[in-house]
């Protein structure tokens, strides 16, 4: 049986945060630049049943019988067999790389899982439907996240921009693909200041409970952005992301959400050319965005990091 392999982008989002978590609609895109990597390989030397797990990124290599049931690598692998149509499993190494970070909102967790998912379920003969490959990552993304949106396992499963609006109780009201017309560059820039997204988001609720009209406020004007950038990016009238982008940043410096080193990339990319910058996930550490031209791209990377980026990643945008 030749070795099968899937792989998976990251993700980051684009337009929304924070004001998402109130009912507001939000963008995410994929990374491509950056992938999960899933390998199974065959091992006929072995019994059915056998199956082996290497994910050398963080040290692991264990049969899967001996990770607990809440391991996230186990837990998407038995997603796939506990399927009703599979009766057999021969004996398998399953092997994981990623080139995303880990825990900088990029979504590697959900990366992982679907490279997995795919990878094993085409392995057996059996490859499933996009639809059923992201169930089944946010079945993982509840280990990861107790209430997750849902947003990282579909924008990474169908690696297209997605328009999404969710609840209160963070559970998925809308959630759309949408075509880009026109490709576009977006230059991620990590602070290297960890930042735990339920400490922001626990902070914006308090303030918002406090200030209610005042934060209704910022984030209806938040909302009102992501329509116009999603026309923006349906059209092909870049040159009107990177404005949005600015404006975007603003409300989130309003709710208190920014930090002196992401003002300080900002602002760097701002002056070293790109086309609109903000802050990108929960806020006050991890990575801020830029829109820059691609010929620019790298210049400005530089200046990102001579203002303290410890990484960056160029990714284009693309249907
Ligand atoms: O940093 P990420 O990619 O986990 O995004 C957090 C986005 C928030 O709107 C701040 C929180 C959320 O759950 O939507």
Redesign the pocket.
């Known amino acids: 049986m030749p070795a099968i392999s899937a792989s998976a982008p990251g ?3 684009l337009f ?6 109130y009912g507001q609609p ?1 963008i ?1 895109v994929p990374v491509t630049e950056v992938q999960a990597k899933a390998i199974v390989t065959g091992r006929p030397d072995q019994p059915a049943g056998w199956v082996n797990l290497q994910a050398p990124n963080i040290g692991l290599e264990a049969p899967l019988m001996d990770l607990p049931a809440d391991n996230p690598l186990s837990k998407a692998v038995k997603g796939v067999f506990e399927a009703p149509s599979i009766s057999r499993i021969p004996a398998m190494t399953i092997r994981i790389t990623s080139t995303i970070p880990i825990a ?4 590697s967790g959900a990366a992982v899982s679907v490279a997995i998912i795919r990878a094993v379920s085409e392995f057996l003969g059996q490859p499933l439907p996009d639809e059923r490959v992201s169930a089944l990552a946010f079945e993982v993304e509840k280990l990861h ?1 107790g209430t ?2 849902g ?2 396992n579909t924008v990474i499963t169908y690696a297209l921009p997605v328009y999404f609006v ?1 609840t209160d109780q ?1 559970e998925m009201k809308r959630v759309e693909t949408f075509k880009v017309s026109r490709p576009f560059t977006i230059l991620i820039g990590d602070s290297g200041v960890p930042s735990p ?1 339920s400490v ?2 626990g902070d ?1 609720r308090r303030a918002w409970q406090v200030n209610t009209a005042r934060f209704e406020s910022l984030f209806e004007s938040t909302g009102a952005i992501v329509e116009h950038a999603r026309r923006a990016i349906e059209h092909g009238d870049i040159k009107a992301l990177g404005p949005l982008m600015d404006e975007n940043h603003e409300l989130l410096v309003d709710m208190d ?1 920014s930090s002196i080193e992401l003002d300080r990339l900002i602002q760097a990319a701002r002056q070293a050319g790109a086309l609109g910058a903000k802050l ?4 006050r550490g ?2 801020m965005i830029a829109l820059v031209k691609p010929a620019e791209a790298n210049f400005i990377s530089e200046s990102l990091k001579t203002a303290g980026a410890t990484n960056t990643i160029v990714t284009q945008v693309k249907s």
């Not at 929304?16 to 978590?21: D, I, L, N, P, R």
């Not at 900088?104 to 979504?107: F, S």
């Not at 990108?280 to 806020?283: E, L, V």
């Open positions: 993700k980051v989002i929304g945060e924070h004001a998402v978590v939000a995410a900088a909102g990029l979504g996240h997750p949106s947003i990282d969710r963070g997204t922001t988001v914006v959400v990108s996930g929960g806020g991890g990575n």
